[in-house]
T-cell receptor, first 109, second 116 residues
Framework: AQRVTQPEKLLSVFKGAPVELKCNYS??????LFWYVQYSRQRLQLLLR??SRESIKGFTADLNKGETSFHLKKPFAQEEDSAMYYC???????????FGSGTRLLVRP | EAQVTQNPRYLITVTGKKLTVTCSQN?????MSWYRQDPGLGLRQIYY???????DKGDVPEGYKVSRKEKRNFPLILESPSPNQTSLYFC???????????????FGSGTRLTVV
């Protein structure tokens, strides 16, 4: 079965500390992985996709097929990074995105 | 501006009173979908539509209906709302691939529904 697991409901760090939001997936084929972010009272927005291998707002994520992981990382957290983060999997080039349960990141001053 | 528009943003209703949450997109997207967001459960798909007159159940369809009579609109209907449908609802739309060959959802701004 296709599944996305985000083991941490809440991650609290201090400003300037490194951040790693964990995401593991279960899928036997070749996946596409995404990170979406939801700032307070706003809509979900695409943060980055593994295909693009991009860095957005200082965040990066590397697809590790051996560990079936797509962890989101940032070396120095900022207060404005506080938000809800969702990892998502696209299977079989379909329309459907399967979302994890989300991790709330809280960056303290 | 390319966007997904949901209405209303907030709604408080009573048990059993039929309601409709509207969703409209102006990007000519084939695919549209409804999600509900609950604390600790993340986003769960309610219904989706691959194109006009093509709809299918997601993971939590009970108590909901949808229709797709036009490409741009995908309303969510609660025939007889109950308190367990109190939630934050999101509509999303997508192409299979955009002009750059990439894929991603565009989300609406959400509808917070309270059923008392």
């Amino acid at each position: 079965a296709q599944r996305v697991t985000q083991p941490e409901k809440l991650l609290s760090v201090f400003k300037g500390a490194p951040v790693e939001l964990k995401c593991n997936y279960s899928y036997s084929g070749s996946p596409e992985l995404f990170w979406y972010v939801q700032y307070s009272r706003q809509r979900l927005q695409l943060l980055l996709r593994h295909i693009s291998r991009e860095s957005i707002k200082g965040f990066t994520a590397d697809l590790n097929k051996g560990e079936t992981s797509f962890h989101l990382k940032k070396p120095f957290a900022q207060e404005e990074d506080s938000a809800m983060y969702y990892c998502a999997l696209r299977a079989d080039s379909s329309y459907k995105l399967i979302f994890g349960s989300g991790t709330r990141l809280l960056v303290r001053p | 501006e390319a966007q997904v528009t949901q209405n209303p943003r907030y709604l408080i209703t009573v048990t059993g009173k039929k309601l409709t949450v509207t969703c409209s997109q102006n990007m000519n997207h084939e695919y549209m979908s409804w999600y509900r967001q609950d604390p600790g459960l993340g986003l769960r798909q309610i219904y989706y539509s691959m194109n006009v007159e093509v709809t299918d159940k997601g993971d939590v369809p009970e108590g909901y209906k949808v229709s797709r009579k036009e490409k741009r609109n995908f309303p969510l209907i609660l025939e007889s709302p109950s308190p367990n449908q109190t939630s934050l609802y999101f509509c999303a739309s997508s192409l299979r691939e955009d002009a750059r060959g990439t894929f991603g959802y565009t989300f609406g701004s959400g509808t917070r529904l309270t059923v008392v």
